[in-house]
């Protein structure tokens, strides 16, 4: 039978709620939600541009550590608090993926974060190794 695979990034937990950073299911990976929190101190820096650089750390940590990279990343929901985020989101972006011929499918949502988040990734990866 085909099961979730969890999968976790050091140095980041979602603390008590039992929750994985993401899953594996077969050839896809799915992240759960993605703060930009610091692996080294668990807690999110107050500005957005850290807080969009752990956050695209992790989810490279992420999607490497459940056997693919982010070549295999088809798709990248991003909430933020406000639109001030866009511009650190878009500067790891394209570090990220700086080929504007190859990159995933992305969508931006404004929306009520919580706990310091300005930002928040969730992702969809179709892995090409077995």
Known sequence: SRRPRSLEIPGVTHGSVPIPAGARVGNMIFSSGIAGRDPATG?????????????????????????????????????????????????????MFPDPHDRPARHTLVYDLQHGMLLQLEAIAVVQNP
């Open 43 to 95: 807690q999110l820096p107050a500005d957005a541009a850290s807080q969009a650089r752990f956050a695209f750390e992790h989810l490279r940590t992420l999607v490497e550590n459940g056997g693919g990279t982010v070549a295999d990343i088809g798709h990248v929901t991003v909430f933020v608090k406000d639109n001030s985020a866009r511009e650190p989101i878009n500067a790891e972006w394209v570090r």
